[in-house]
């Protein structure tokens, strides 16, 4: 794995539209925020094209990814949102490239897909956290939460003031931050993969199907009901994809229920919980569940392709320290 | 394959739920509508057992099921509804036993995991049809169009009546039922699989992966937003499910957008229609869209794991005939 340089004062950040259309004012919001940081923005012309629920058509999506990952100028690549639309460029990205020009990547939901394909086919670490549209680029910005673990995950000298060489550093959840809740016991160390369930149910059967073993699975969602995921945890159980993990991060599953639903009970085998509980809470394995990260505004930045480690006794997520550049 | 015999006066169904809970009162509708018909029903005093979205326990769900092919009372097993929760049961079946008990099986949504499953682990020709609380048993009972072909299908002397036995029969489609829209060109055979397009891709990647080389694919969908039946489409696509199909029924595709949604123009790229066009109208193959099967009171049955013709220069679809038992 390659673990790609941390930001420093100076390097240019590129925006991109890899899924859904953007909000111009969100990204211009988050352009000023990161450049007031001494980042500088790069992006295309034709970033906010519109296509339906695309942002322009998969072979503008897919040059302009390409583009921000061989652009020399380039030091890291910021897609604007999620939506949906990732998977429908993969097999127009060019993977030896972008490994020969490491770059540091972010986002979550449907960017799960880029995760995991530059994870497993460019052998590169990548962050799972806020984007430009949802936090950066967000009226009330990152909540101190989620700015703290984002910076502190991608810029130099934040990850240097947060985190010990040897020992990495630990995700602490303040009150007004969702607390983590331990199932199992004991600790596993593994390297994290996931991110968006739909996204790792959608990608089973394709050669970007994810690969769990020894791994610690990272699962989020919003606007699944129960049953969908339970069914999405079911393809993977089948697919055998729960069976050699380490351990698990389970992050919020916003808006399950429709609005005008009953919500079933907090103990309720067929609530969100009930059903996470089912897969998870007997699997021999240390899991931590109600985490902070997803589509939620309290969303934990965590590397994808690199280590962590859970310690279900304390309820807590380390993250280890990143391999060196060409490890 | 086996095709199991067809139902004649006397015989005994046994109705099951193995996925959703059961409405009384729509499953006593189609109890008595089947019994004026000349059959006897049996079930089991828990079929209406209700765990949160499941009729009961996996356990439950599974030894009914099993329970109904194995009792030499019984002829043929009608799923009550479909719902979710038939892949929780896959791996508890004995597939085996079912084949040496070859017996008439019907139902649609949900059911089509167990559709593929019987296909391709017993042998075994299923049914993809109306059910008893979705068109048997509903206040206004099967509407012609469905009962005609409901029967025809599975009842021996209706089927005797409407097929030949050289050539099968044609689904003929009168004003009020949706008029099936052909895409390419020329005539192709092969057999039948699919169903609902949810439960297909939610089975990839796993030992139930629905095996489409060769055959004519099946699906239709309710509730899915089109950049979901797009995701859907794509995971196929990767999974390399859409590369050796000889043909394609596209069935309908109901409630895709939210009431308070803007409905796309129906030549929109991104509609339901528009997402569909891009899979499979310049496919190469003969494809029959807006075809009158699925959610929908028009909802044809057809013979899963059978051979099946799709004409798409006369815009038709023939049901070839069915295989002896044994064969």
Chains 1, 2 share one sequence.
Request: hydrophobic share 40%.
């Amino acid at each position: 794995m390659i673990a790609p340089p941390l930001l420093k004062p100076g390097d240019t950040i590129m925006f991109v539209a890899p899924a859904g259309p953007l909000d111009r004012q969100r990204m211009e919001l988050a352009k000023q925020r990161l450049e007031e940081r001494g980042y500088r923005i790069k992006m295309r012309d034709d970033m906010f094209a519109e296509t339906g629920y695309l942002a322009g058509s998969d072979q503008r999506r897919a040059e302009e990814l390409m583009q921000a990952f061989l652009d020399p100028e380039v030091d890291a690549v910021f897609p604007g949102t999620g939506g949906y639309g990732t998977m429908r460029m993969l097999e127009l990205l060019d993977f030896a490239a972008i490994r020969a020009n490491p770059k540091l990547f972010i986002g979550f939901s449907d960017i799960t897909a880029l995760h995991s394909a530059l994870n497993q086919h460019a052998g590169l670490v990548t962050y799972h956290s806020p984007n430009p549209m949802w936090g950066l680029g967000s009226e009330d910005n990152l909540q101190p939460f989620s700015a703290k673990y984002f910076f502190g995950a991608v810029e130099q000298a934040a990850h240097d003031e947060l985190a010990d060489p040897q020992d990495g550093y630990l995700i602490e959840c303040p009150d007004g931050v969702p607390q983590p809740v331990a199932w199992g016991s004991g600790r596993a160390r593994g390297r994290l993969v996931g991110g968006n369930l739909s996204l790792v149910a959608a990608v089973e059967g394709t050669p970007y199907a994810i690969d769990t073993q020894d791994a610690i699975l990272l699962i989020e969602d919003v606007h699944e009901a129960p049953y969908r995921i339970d069914r999405m945890l079911r393809q993977l159980q089948l697919a055998g994809k729960l069976e050699g993990l380490r351990g698990a991060v389970l992050g919020q599953f916003t808006d399950a229920y429709d609005e005008d639903e009953e919500q079933p009970a907090e103990g309720d085998d067929f609530s969100v919980n009930g059903v996470l509980r089912q897969y998870f809470a007997d699997a021999g394995i240390p899991v931590l569940m109600n985490f902070p990260i997803g589509h939620y505004p309290q969303n934990c930045t965590l590397p994808l392709g690199a280590e962590v480690e859970i310690d279900a006794d304390a309820g807590t997520l380390r993250v280890l320290p990143l391999l060196a550049p060409g490890h």
